[in-house]
Nanobody, 129 residues
Framework: QVQLVESGGGLVQAGGSLRLSCAAS??????????VGWFRQAPGKEREFVSA????????VYADSVKGRFTISRDNAKTTLYLQMNSLKPEDTAVYYCAAVFGGISIAALRTARTYDYWGQGTQVTVSS
């Protein structure tokens, strides 16, 4: 079992920055997760992929809408996942969720929410124009 808790959301003006954190705890260390990622969900919309990192390659994957503005990272102990968000836009407004999956996973599946086994409760990000 893995518990994920997001924090760092808030209200920010367009062009501003926020850093989201996702603290992991539980019997199974998130260090062994096959992949960890961030998704977001705006009111009335489906949950949308933002970014993920595959353990086998280490390389991050980003949605086109955030590429160049958002950066996914982990702390050295790999117990906390971060999402640095710069140049925020009003369309970035959503509840942001971190997620983790264990077991086999393909790069193609990284962008699909149902791939992930564990989810946090979400943190609200609101970007004003």
């Amino acid at each position: 079992q893995v518990q994920l808790v997001e924090s760092g959301g808030g209200l920010v003006q367009a062009g501003g920055s926020l850093r989201l954190s996702c603290a992991a705890s539980g019997r199974t260390s998130i260090t062994y997760a096959s992949a960890v990622g961030w998704f977001r969900q705006a009111p009335g919309k489906e949950r949308e992929f933002v970014s993920a990192a595959l353990r086998s390659t280490g390389g991050p994957v980003y949605a086109d809408s955030v590429k160049g503005r958002f950066t996914i990272s982990r702390d050295n102990a790999k117990t906390t996942l971060y999402l640095q968000m710069n140049s925020l836009k009003p369309e970035d407004t959503a509840v942001y969720y971190c997620a983790a999956v264990f077991g086999g996973i393909s790069i193609a599946a990284l962008r699909t929410a149902r791939t992930y086994d564990y989810w946090g409760q979400g943190t609200q990000v609101t970007v004003s124009s």
